[in-house]
């Protein structure tokens, strides 16, 4: 007997084999059978859904659960344009903290204001409280004076502005969240993920890092799924800085690894340890993409993280330690030296299924596809960027470089895996609105970016699904609707394929089915 069939529906199935089906069975959270092999096995359950279109779940393959979880109960100054609205949120938020308390505030973003804040104007509404403000991109904060007192000398910024490992610097004061704090904000995150169809994610970077909230980071997502707060399967990137010597046997050939050798691998279907994640420069938000010529207007090129041959040592490191390895490249230079990490560690030692992950892949040069599909490396692109940001991108970028913006096209031409991810809460996350944006690549304001990097309604769908699952060595499991596969989907008022195409991103999600069960909240 199944435990549940889902019937009356246009099954997507993004298997070639059997593309389209009308019945589901479903047993122990998992896909047993298509339409005449199951439409005449007894089911505790019969789910008509009315001529739904259903897909596999989402697959979102680089997002930021405990960040997003966190901003959204933190004071936001999005979207004032006035430093003087700024200024007056941050007054209330201090007001509610204790003298000497660290008080966070989220939504900043300097091209909203025209210029940066300065600590010297945070300083009049603090009232003796560490402010750190996060930047959108996650890569710069702006902090007061009782920040920067604490900070060391050398901790380079401009009047409180700090960028990149020096605004890791000022977190690190104020880190670690507790295991609580972390368990509500992931559980929240993880909720809106399914709202849009989201049923499995790459958390990209715990423990340490740009982004992390603790250095027992992974304990809090274990946490969380004992006490039936993780509602969706997470995979966890390592941040790299948390590697480090071990005293390993020499013939194991491990320079640096975590304690225990825990690597890429390791877990269950709900939660595992995914990629090693490796930051080798910054974000265009904040205009510290390292690229190979300045930006335009600007009078500099960005900056790497570390210092290159540092950046490369960590790769191959990671490489040798048997990590998938995700490395953060999004201007061209840091492509460049992504890719030359990468051919430096396979010629060290080859391992062709290692499926590497080049983060972001933000501006990529055509004399670059090449060298991505001969190390087999995957191109993890956040369509909403150019979606939401794609006018300041485009203007930044120039009109010879635009059209090499989170390309999709490109990349699928030359034979490179392409997959669809969020970054939330860098911008919105919802799929279906990414989907759109990378078959008609038009920002929010009507813009046209790079259009011959269009790819179909098809190809898109593939990045969020079959992409996502081998990107995550889930393609045993996940990413079609096929017997012995997780019964993980998600159900759509229409079809994106049959819709014209400025509609994809206003579908909505009826329901989204997690290990075959239909999540709270969902509208059957």
Request: glycine share 10%.
């Amino acid at each position: 007997m199944l435990d549940t069939r889902l019937t009356n529906a246009e099954f997507v199935t993004m298997d070639p084999d059997h593309p389209i089906a009308h019945d589901v069975g479903i047993w122990r959270g998992r896909i047993v059978g298509l339409d005449e092999s199951v439409t005449g096995l007894p089911a505790r359950r019969v789910v008509d859904l009315q001529g739904a279109t259903v897909l596999p779940g989402f697959i979102d393959s680089h997002v930021h659960l405990a960040w997003a979880g966190l901003k959204a109960t933190t004071p936001s100054v999005a979207p004032c344009v006035r430093a003087e609205d700024v200024l007056g949120i941050v007054a209330e938020a201090v007001a509610r903290r204790p003298e000497g308390a660290w008080v966070d505030v989220a939504g900043y973003d300097q091209r909203a204001l025209g210029r940066h804040l300065t600590a010297t104007e945070l300083d009049k509404v603090s009232a003796g409280r560490k402010v750190f403000m996060m930047h959108d991109s996650g890569h710069a904060c702006v902090v007061n004076s009782a920040v920067l007192d604490l900070l060391p000398a050398h901790v380079p910024h401009q009047d409180g502005f700090l960028a990149e490992s020096a605004m890791t610097a000022a977190r690190r004061l104020r880190l670690p969240y507790s295991q609580e704090e972390l368990v509500d904000a992931i559980a929240r995150a993880a909720g809106a993920c399914l709202a849009e169809g989201v049923t499995a994610c790459a958390e990209a970077g715990i423990g340490g890092g740009l982004l992390g909230h603790s250095p027992v980071e992974l304990a809090a997502y274990q946490l969380a799924r004992e006490r039936g707060r993780l509602p969706l399967r997470v995979q966890l990137m390592v941040a790299a800085d948390t590697l480090h010597p071990v005293g390993s046997h020499g013939d194991d050939g491990l320079p640096r690894a975590l304690d225990l050798g825990l690597r890429t691998g390791f877990g269950d279907d709900w939660l595992s340890v995914g990629a090693l994640k490796v930051y080798t420069d910054g974000g265009m938000m904040a205009r510290t993409a390292a690229l190979s010529s300045p930006y335009q207007g600007l009078d500099h090129d960005g900056q790497l993280q570390a210092d290159p041959q540092l950046l490369t040592e960590t790769i191959v490191d990671g490489h040798l330690a048997g990590w998938q390895l995700a490395v953060h490249a999004i201007g061209d230079r840091a492509v460049d030296l992504a890719l030359d990490a990468l051919e430096r560690a396979q010629r060290i030692r080859p391992r062709p299924d290692a499926r590497h992950r080049i983060e972001h892949a933000g501006l990529v040069r055509p004399d670059q596809l090449h060298r991505f599909a001969h190390l087999g490396a995957i191109a993890v692109i956040q369509p909403n960027f150019l979606r939401y940001f794609g006018d300041d991108y485009a203007s930044i970028m120039g009109e010879a470089r635009a059209p090499w913006l989170y390309r999709g096209k490109g990349f699928l031409d030359n034979g490179i895996t392409l997959v669809g991810s969020s970054d939330r809460p860098v911008t919105h996350g919802a799929p279906l609105r990414a989907i759109q944006f990378m078959v008609e690549r038009t920002s929010e304001s009507g813009r046209v970016i790079g259009p011959e990097e269009g790819i179909t309604v098809d190809d898109a769908l593939r990045s969020y699904t079959t992409g996502g699952a081998f990107a995550c060595h889930w393609d045993d499991r996940a990413g079609s609707l096929v017997p012995g596969k997780r019964a993980d989907l998600v159900v759509l008022a229409d079809d994106p394929r049959h819709v014209s195409t400025s509609r994809i991103g206003d579908i909505d999600v009826v329901a989204t089915f997690v290990d075959g069960r239909e999540c709270e909240g969902s509208g059957l």
